[in-house]
């Protein structure tokens, strides 16, 4: 019986159709993705304003041409996930996908990642929206953004896993006047508090590790001047925490004013922020994710909400997280689903 939630297909390569084996398929067979072939690259610095000094670090890109030769089609922002940069796979092949389908694309590191951690001394987190609409106000200022058939300013945001979530958030939140006109979440954990739970009980905890080592490494790396970025008691809870709400507790959600990390999940889960959302987004996902619960997609009323917003999904009953990966294809099945409703938008 088909699951309700599900309004969309993606069929797996043969001997992948395991949730699992599509989350970590580009680590087995990774792929190299030349993004110089199809656009020009250049770094910029966006200052944060917020009193800490922070900087983030943005690679903008801008399309070396279009299907139909027709003009660009405005500027994608890319925004990772937990434990990921700017140079995670699944950020490159969505920007190799949107440049060679003419969008110009900025990739940005967020606090403390990649190469933000030279440049910022604090950490990102899910409820972190301020930080993406500082990078949103530089963009709109940027001939990338302006460079669509319109010749104004217009700008689409596009976050994968954690990332997604906090672009959901953004989308939720009042615009205050920057030129987005729409967006998309692949893989967003929707309810933050179910998610941290199944996260620890899934694979005897083996993805909860792996992102807990990637925040370890982040936190714990020199800030820029080569000052410790954390203090010597949080560092002593860092390395002790064996779970993500275990890392919370001790930084996330004392640095930001709240409680513990039940408080700050609380906060900033983005399914409250979807009936409020007012541009185009889409949201894809795929119920057999490794990492996410499905629960939580189960339990919106999609249909309402597509009736009374501008809310759209892509949920699929195979695919992983963040994998979607397809036989002969190198880029991802929901680069081709963003491709398409990023154009119609």
Sequence with gaps: MTDPAVNAEFRTPAGWGSGHLQTIRSRVLPH??????????RAILVDLDDGTGDQLKVQVHRARRTPDGGPRRGLVVLIHGLGGSAESDYVRATT???????????????RSAGLSGDTSAHMYHAGKTDDVRAVLRHLADES???????GRPRLTVMGFSLGGAATIKLLGEPLQGLPVVAGVAVS???????????????????YERYILMALRRDSLRPAPGGSPRV???????IRRARTLPDFDDVLTAPRNGWSDAM????????????????APTLVIHSLDDPMIPASPYRAIDWDALQASGPVRRAITARGGHVGFHERGNPLPWYVGQAV??????
């Excluded at 203090?231 to 809870?237: D, N, Q, V």
């Design 340 to 345: 398409c409703f990023l154009s119609s938008a």
């Design 263 to 278: 408080e700050y999940y609380r906060v900033n889960s983005c399914n409250q922020f979807l009936p409020t959302v007012t």
């Design 144 to 150: 990338e953004a302006r460079d669509n058939p319109t």
């Design 32 to 41: 190299r993705f030349e993004l110089h072939r199809h656009g020009s690259q």
């Design 96 to 110: 190799q996908g949107l440049l060679q389908a003419g969008f110009n694309v900025a990739r940005v590191d967020l």
């Design 188 to 206: 967003a954990p929707l309810d933050l508090i179910v998610g941290a739970q199944h996260l620890s009980n899934t694979m005897f905890g083996v």
């Design 231 to 237: 203090s010597e008691l949080e560092r002593h809870g």
